[in-house]
């Protein structure tokens, strides 16, 4: 296999993913049926990583679009670009995915508008199609492409909602942060950090997210356990590495700081 070409990840290597209820079968499924998948839950919770490794464990090219509210629908399909005097068409990511039958990965789908959104319509029923109103084209999605959304619920509001024309043409999971065995395992594995150590990081983690909705509004990330977990292996001391890491990342309000600081006083 040569390198893979510029804007498509590379899915030779498999990038570690621990299962914890029987979503890469899911994937799998979703995939051998043509169904495009939406992944929702907390950041930091595992999606994209489990993107990545989907994508590598069935061999397809992964393209990754974040989403934001300038994204226009030629930032997904493409656009005529000049090239030394002439104009040339270049293919966006979707496109690309489309026309190589990789896996689209749009992360924080939310954040689109809702044109870019309708762009997506014929190719996530049973169409399977994407027209290029640029080109001309009508792009048939072999049986390979997928496409992936995914967004967190938590922080979106009204006006930042799928309309249920795009949300219905998915199949969805819901994420969360895993059981605490997992999470250990998990974050040992990530950060190089004995499981006895990760165990009660986990701990203070499981405390922190019980302040979600009342104090907090989104809970200590697996993510930012993996940070800490990093520090300390690296040789930071676990107060320090946990107040830059598990604290001070969750809010800029001093008594929620203050209240965690406590958690973080009785915990190690
Ligand atoms: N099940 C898992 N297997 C392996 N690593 C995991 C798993 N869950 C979380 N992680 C670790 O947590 C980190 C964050 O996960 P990831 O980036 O996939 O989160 P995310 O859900 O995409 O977050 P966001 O919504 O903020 O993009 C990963 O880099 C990895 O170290
Ligand atoms: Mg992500």
Known sequence: MGDPEPGA?????????????GECAFFEAAWQQGLPLLLKGPTGCGKT???????????????TVACHDDLTAADL??????S????QWVDGPLTRAVREGGICYLDEVVEARKDVTVVLHPLTDDRRVLPLERTGEILQAPPEFMLVVSYNPGYQHVLKSLKPSTRQRFAALSFDFPPPE???EIVAAESGLSKDLCAGLINLARRIRELKGKD?????????????????????????AARATLIQPLSDDGDVIAA???????SF
């Open 216 to 240: 907090l509004e989104e809970g200590v990330s697996t993510r930012l356990l993996v940070y800490c977990a990093s520090l300390v292996a690296g040789g930071m001391a676990m107060e320090t």
């Open 49 to 63: 990583r489990f993107v990545a490794h989907m994508a590598a464990r069935l061999g397809r090219p992964l393209f």
């Open 9 to 21: 990840e590379s899915s030779a290597q498999l990038p570690w993913y621990r299962e914890t209820a």
């Open 260 to 266: 965690l600081e406590e958690l973080l006083s009785h």
């Open 84 to 87: 030394g005097g002439d104009t």
């Open 182 to 184: 997992v999470e250990t």
């Open 77 to 82: 399909t493409g656009r005529y670009l000049l």
